[in-house]
């Protein structure tokens, strides 16, 4: 059998970490897995994990380390046998090393944009809440202003993305995020990509998985996704 696939992508808020996972996923078949995406399914079904995170979110805070790590390490444990990208986890050492103690990554890709560009994308980010889908009024609008394009319901601006609660936030992630990044250089998984475009990005990511990720196995992925 080929060998799994086992990624993590990092960035702060609007680096734009759904948007490439996206094109992972469709491009080499790894499945693709998001905190944040799951953690508004959790609310959305009323799980016991789902009804406590929800606090958190809503104050704007990050949801403690044990509660997050109950709930993403069992659901990576369902994908054992998929290759994946992980998005939103770990945002934390704690969680890092959680996740460390679990499974052996491949590669960690780490998004370094400005912080100009960051406030200037999540002033014009809509998201279509049920399904996660995101879109951007100047880089990726809707087919209709306001509408979700597959759905037809309404899209809605996260309150952490208006612009009073971004540069707080966009502060707390580099703070956050260098012990990650210091770990995964160590271990010598990390490749960085610094650009203002994800257009940009994307050739090199994609053809960094080119050179990793066998052929075979991004065949199998695809005829099990599909
Ligand atoms: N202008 C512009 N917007 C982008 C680019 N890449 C992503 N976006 C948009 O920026 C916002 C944040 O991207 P997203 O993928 O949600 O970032 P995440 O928070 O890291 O998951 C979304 O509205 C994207 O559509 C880019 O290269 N240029
Ligand atoms: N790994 C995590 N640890 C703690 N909280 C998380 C994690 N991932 C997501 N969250 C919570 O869910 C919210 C939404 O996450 P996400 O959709 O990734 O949004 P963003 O990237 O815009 O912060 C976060 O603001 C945070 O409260």
């Not at 606090?55 to 390490?73: C, F, N, S, W």
């Not at 809605?156 to 580099?174: G, N, S, T």
């Amino acid at each position: 059998m080929s060998k799994l696939f086992r990624a993590v992508i990092l960035g702060p808020p609007g680096s734009g970490k759904g948007t490439i996972s996206e094109r992972v996923a469709s491009s080499f078949g790894l499945q693709h897995l998001s905190s944040g995406d799951f953690l508004r399914e959790n609310i959305a079904a009323k799980t016991e994990a789902g009804v406590l995170a929800k606090a958190y979110i809503e104050k704007g805070a990050l949801v403690p380390d044990d509660l997050m790590t109950r709930l993403i390490i069992p659901r990576l444990e369902q994908m054992t046998r998929h290759s994946w990208l992980l998005d939103g986890f770990p945002r934390t050492l704690a969680q890092a090393k959680a996740l460390n103690s679990i499974c052996e990554l491949d590669m960690v890709i780490s998004l370094n944009i400005p912080l100009e560009t960051l406030k200037d994308r999540l002033r014009h980010r809509w998201i279509h809440p049920a399904s996660g889908r995101v879109y951007n009024m100047r880089f990726n609008p809707p087919q209709v202003q306001g509408v979700d394009d597959i759905s037809g319901e309404p899209l809605i601006q996260h309150e952490e993305d208006k612009p009073e609660a971004l540069v707080a936030r966009l502060r707390h992630y580099k703070d956050m995020a260098k012990p990650i990044i210091d770990l995964y250089r160590a271990k010598g998984i990390l490749h960085m990509f610094s650009d203002t475009e994800t257009d940009r990005i994307w050739p090199h990511i994609s053809s960094l998985l080119s050179s990793k990720i066998p052929t075979d196995l991004t065949d199998a992925q695809r005829a099990t996704n599909h």
